[in-house]
T-cell receptor
Framework: AQTVTQSQPEMSVQEAETVTLSCTYD???????LFWYKQPPSRQMILVIR??????QNATENRFSVNFQKAAKSFSLKISDSQLGDTAMYFC?????????????FGKGMKLTVNP | DTGVSQDPRHKITKRGQNVTFRCDPI?????LYWYRQTLGQGPEFLTY????????KSRLLSDRFSAERPKGSFSTLEIQRTEQGDSAMYLC???????????????FGPGTRLTVL
């Protein structure tokens, strides 16, 4: 079974600063996807960024980038130039690559607050 | 395109009552997922449908839970004889799965928050 661990329950950062959210996972699979989802207060969950395990290059989406360390089973999210709208719960998630259900396995989440 | 919608957004019920939630996926999406999110936890997979067929159920889905997706469009999740431990956010997600094993993004609805008194 796969597990996803987010050890930091809460973080805060000043607007315009950079923050890194950590995530580790455990799996015996060799091919899989990793995701970071954002859940703003009282709003639906949206995908922030995706990483395929077979790709060595770290994924980047505008101000969001990841540091994927496959051997260490680590997948951190870096948010640059933090904005007030980044305030949300952030969930790290895992999905096996082999098809089938494509169900997501989530971590417990981390509450990020961006202060003005 | 209005995205994934869920109804109701909030439901308060007394222990022992039955409740039913509805999810309307994005049009043309053939996959539909139900997740449950309890306070302080990430979403946990409950079940999923490929068109109208329910293909997998988590062990979290006790006999009191039943889900349907008639005609492969909207889905309902019913909880019979609710218990206080059923209090949670119930999330629905949908995706369009094509042959070939290419990644298919799941789009989430706003959720239904259930409170069992």
């Amino acid at each position: 079974a796969q597990t996803v661990t987010q050890s930091q329950p809460e973080m805060s950062v000043q607007e315009a600063e950079t923050v890194t959210l950590s995530c580790t996972y455990d799996t015996s699979e060799n091919n899989y996807y990793l995701f970071w989802y954002k859940q703003p207060p009282s709003r639906q969950m949206i995908l922030v960024i995706r990483q395929e395990a077979y790709k060595q290059q770290n994924a980047t989406e505008n101000r969001f980038s990841v540091n994927f360390q496959k051997a260490a089973k680590s997948f951190s999210l870096k948010i640059s130039d933090s904005q007030l709208g980044d305030t949300a719960m952030y969930f790290c998630a895992f999905m096996p690559y082999q098809g089938g259900s494509e169900k997501l396995v989530f971590g417990k989440g981390m509450k990020l607050t961006v202060n003005p | 395109d209005t995205g994934v919608s869920q109804d109701p957004r909030h439901k308060i019920t007394k222990r022992g009552q039955n409740v039913t939630f509805r999810c309307d996926p994005i049009s043309e999406h053939n996959r539909l997922y139900w997740y449950r999110q309890t306070l302080g936890q990430g979403p946990e997979f409950l079940t999923y449908f490929q068109n109208e067929a329910q293909l997998e159920k988590s062990r979290l889905l006790s006999d009191r839970f039943s889900a349907e997706r008639p005609k492969g469009s909207f889905s309902t999740l019913e909880i019979q004889r609710t218990e206080q431990g059923d209090s949670a956010m119930y999330l629905c997600a949908s995706s369009l799965v094509r042959a070939g094993g290419i990644y298919n993004e799941q789009f989430f609805g706003p959720g239904t928050r259930l409170t069992v008194l």
